[in-house]
């Protein structure tokens, strides 16, 4: 059985550390610079002596990382994906686009600002945490900022997620993006033991996120009204005083800071349910319509979402979509969409606008993307990724309707993206024949 990436006395990685198996079983190298240091006598000098692993990850095709558990206890399937952001973590770990997914944090220091109560964007604070687990390469230490209400080790267990540091994420992001994202379990028990064959089973035994509506997992019950604008230093959050325009924005596991964005710019926002129909959305004779992120496969919500987007386009009014949203938008249009190989998660993407010229940097979380080449002759493509050419954004020509693939609220380029939100206001100013704004 394939095990944790192994390093030898001389400190050298094997070139496949997911090949070392002995006869008596799965055995983990430890090296005195990697490992967590122990203490004899209360000097501070590291041995070399096992310490008890009270976390595991353990794939479908039965590799086996061990390392130490923190957070939730118990264990949890899902799709293990990889994360390149160096910031941002628990925007990230309350992103709902990530629901029935296991993050490889890329880079090493994840937990050192701790967890506070304005970073969360989970819309709907009703729904259990989306996603599945974490994986951490560094221990995670006591937080030092001014912002820290909670360490990321007493927030990961309010929130009930499993996570799991130690674990060499260069050698599991490699294998990721070699073999694809695999099905996995993470487990994290105090006591340390384990029953590998079980949780393998379980891994191999999950259906994958192929075929999956999720976003009827995380959207919100109920319509609900916001005003909260974004985020300035020293003062938090504003609130919108004098709307000027009115967008429904529909709620397929919508992030807070998309609702700011949108206030930011003057617009009240109703929210509703990732189920509402073309005549829920259009009885609330919205400026715009704002179609939201989330999870799961776009393909699996054709019976509900794709219908209901079709009549809101038919309308005539401003549409904009952002990641599933744009996906969405895509399918209703007459388009189709496919899972991709190692999906795109980070915040080092460059994206290029072909309405511009420009290149942006943008924040991507998504496992499938719009086939260019079914789009329609109606349907121009706007964007494309610089990393590996695919499908980021789309508009109807003639049509205040377009959407992209990343998250522009994200801020990290940081601001390059925000033009798209000025963008859609502008669409809704067009038709009330206001004066438009500087993009």
Same mark, same amino acid.
């Given at each position: 059985m394939p095990v944790h990436p192994v390093v030898d006395e001389r400190g050298a990685m094997s070139s496949d550390p997911f090949?070392? !198996?002995?006869?008596?079983?799965?055995?983990?190298?430890?090296?005195?610079?990697?490992?967590?240091?122990?203490?004899?006598? /209360?000097?501070?000098?590291?041995?070399?002596?096992? &310490?008890?692993?009270? /976390?595991?990850?353990?794939?479908?095709?039965?590799?086996?990382?061990?390392?130490?558990?923190?957070?939730?206890?118990?264990?949890?399937?899902?799709?293990?994906?990889?994360?390149?952001?160096m910031t941002g973590y628990q925007e990230i770990l309350t992103d709902p686009s990530y629901a029935g997914q296991i993050i490889t944090f890329t880079f090493p220091h994840i937990g050192n600002v701790g967890a506070n109560r304005e970073d969360t964007e989970t819309s709907n604070l009703a729904a259990s945490s989306g996603v599945k687990g974490c994986v951490f390469r560094g221990k995670v230490t006591a937080p030092s900022n001014y912002r820290a209400g909670q360490s990321l080790d007493?927030?990961? @267990?309010?929130? #009930?997620?499993?996570?799991?540091? =130690? !674990?060499?994420?260069?050698?599991?992001?490699?294998?990721?993006? &070699?073999? =694809?994202?695999?099905?996995?379990?993470?487990?994290?028990?105090? &006591?340390?033991?384990?029953?590998?064959?079980?949780?393998?089973?379980?891994?191999?035994?999950?259906?994958?996120? &192929? =075929?999956?509506?999720?976003?009827?997992?995380?959207?919100?019950?109920?319509?609900?009204?916001?005003?909260?604008?974004?985020?300035?230093?020293?003062? /938090?959050? /504003?609130?919108? %005083?004098?709307?000027?325009?009115? !967008?429904?924005?529909?709620?397929? #596991?919508?992030?807070?800071?998309?609702?700011?964005?949108?206030?930011?710019?003057?617009? @009240?926002?109703?929210?509703?349910?990732?189920?509402?129909?073309?005549? %829920?959305?259009?009885?609330?004779?919205?400026? #715009? !319509?704002?179609?939201?992120?989330?999870?799961?496969?776009?393909?699996?919500?054709?019976?509900?979402?794709?219908?209901a987007i079709r009549g809101i386009v038919k309308s005539g009014v401003p549409v904009f979509g952002i990641c599933l949203g744009h996906q969405l938008l895509a399918l209703a249009l007459g388009a189709k969409t496919h899972k991709m190989h190692q999906g795109h998660h980070g915040a080092n993407h460059p994206v290029k606008d072909f309405t511009t010229g420009k290149v942006e940097i943008t924040s991507m979380n998504h496992g499938f993307t719009v086939d260019r080449d079914t789009l329609p002759a109606s349907v121009e493509e706007t964007h494309v990724s610089l990393f590996d050419g695919s499908n980021c954004g789309i508009r109807v020509k003639g049509s205040p309707i377009f959407s992209v693939q990343y998250h522009p609220e994200a801020s990290p380029g940081p601001q390059d993206s925000h033009y798209l939100f000025r963008r859609f206001v502008n669409h809704i100013r067009r038709q009330r024949d206001l004066e438009t704004v500087e993009e």
């Open positions: 090949d070392h !198996v002995t006869a008596e079983g799965p055995q983990t190298a430890v090296n005195g610079f990697d490992h967590p240091s122990s203490h004899v006598n /209360g000097a501070n000098c590291p041995i070399w002596a096992d &310490e008890r692993f009270t /976390g595991a990850l353990v794939l479908a095709d039965g590799t086996v990382l061990q390392g130490f558990g923190l957070g939730a206890t118990g264990e949890a399937v899902g799709e293990l994906c990889f994360n390149t952001a007493a927030w990961l @267990k309010a929130r #009930g997620i499993i996570a799991l540091s =130690g !674990v060499d994420t260069r050698a599991l992001t490699a294998l990721i993006r &070699e073999k =694809g994202m695999p099905n996995a379990v993470i487990a994290h028990h105090p &006591e340390g033991r384990f029953d590998f064959d079980a949780l393998r089973r379980q891994a191999q035994g999950w259906s994958g996120i &192929e =075929g999956l509506d999720l976003a009827r997992d995380v959207t919100s019950p109920q319509s609900y009204g916001w005003d909260e604008t974004t985020w300035s230093w020293n003062q /938090g959050y /504003g609130q919108l %005083d004098a709307p000027q325009f009115h !967008v429904v924005a529909i709620d397929y #596991g919508l992030k807070r800071n998309i609702l700011r964005c949108l206030a930011s710019q003057g617009c @009240k926002v109703t929210v509703l349910p990732a189920t509402a129909t073309a005549d %829920d959305v259009l009885a609330r004779k919205p400026d #715009g !319509v704002f179609l939201s992120n989330g999870p799961g496969d776009p393909a699996a919500m054709s019976d509900y979402a794709v219908p």
